[in-house]
């Protein structure tokens, strides 16, 4: 199985304050049709996951623009440039080139 | 879109159970779909996977007694569940598929206990 390495577990931001959050996999995530299926998730609390980004870097339809993804291969990254109080939660990336495996989960709160 | 999922419940070890998952708002037949778990205060793992022509794939720790399967005339996607342990106890979503993962349920929670 493919592992998926997320850091910081935990992230303390103030209101406004731009944040990343990193994504290792255990194993190169191109796939043989030149795409790369990774995607990051927030899971607000008592919510279901909202898909944020699919393939790398392109924002989910009716997600704010303060939101950003990048990397490639086996390193990914999660932007948040001015964190919102509604940005709170648990964040997740996930990969789908090979069978579907998650990152452990990084959790935003306020500082 | 909406995907609704239902048949959750207590169930002991070793019991089964079947889950639904109504999909509306899009063409069902079109595409996979997923149906993904998180244990109580855990993260998210996926279970099984089930294409547009019915091609399935599990994960291994499910392997051999989870089920996937789907009726395109009710837009249905179901999962059904047997041999059940205590680490299966989980809140279950289904996902729509395609590469997308875009639209996930609300979740239905599936206890094993005796």
């Known amino acids: 199985d493919v592992v998926l390495t997320q850091t910081p577990s935990i992230l303390s931001a103030t209101i406004g304050q731009s944040v990343s959050i990193s994504c290792r996999s255990s194993?190169?995530?191109?796939?043989?049709?030149?795409?790369?299926?990774l995607y990051w998730f927030l899971q607000r609390p008592g919510q279901s996951p909202q898909r944020l980004i699919y393939?790398?870097?392109n924002l989910g339809s009716g997600v704010p623009n303060r939101f950003s993804g990048s990397g490639s291969g086996t390193d990914f990254t999660l932007k948040i440039s001015g964190v919102e109080a509604e940005d709170l939660g648990v964040y997740y990336c996930?990969?789908?080139?090979?069978?579907?495996?998650f990152g452990g989960g990084t959790k935003l709160e306020l500082k | 879109v909406q995907l609704v999922e239902s048949g959750g419940g207590l169930v002991q070890p070793g019991k089964s159970l079947k889950l639904s998952c109504s999909a509306s708002?899009?063409?069902?037949?079109?595409?996979?779909m997923h149906w993904i778990r998180q244990a109580p205060g855990k993260g998210l793992d996926w279970v099984a996977y089930?294409?547009?022509?019915?091609?399935?794939v599990y994960a291994d720790a499910v392997k051999g007694r989870f089920t996937i399967s789907r009726d395109n005339a009710k837009n249905t996607l179901y999962l059904q569940l047997n041999s059940l342990k205590s680490e299966d106890t989980a809140i279950y979503y289904c996902?729509?598929?395609?590469?997308?993962?875009?639209?996930w349920g609300q979740g239905v929670m599936v206890t094993v206990s005796s």
């Open positions: 996902a729509r598929g395609g590469g997308l993962f875009d639209y």
């Open positions: 708002g899009f063409t069902f037949s079109s595409y996979g």
């Open positions: 089930i294409s547009s022509s019915s091609g399935t």
């Open positions: 194993q190169s995530l191109l796939d043989s049709d030149g795409n790369t299926y």
């Open positions: 393939l790398v870097s």
């Open positions: 996930m990969q789908a080139t090979h069978a579907p495996t």
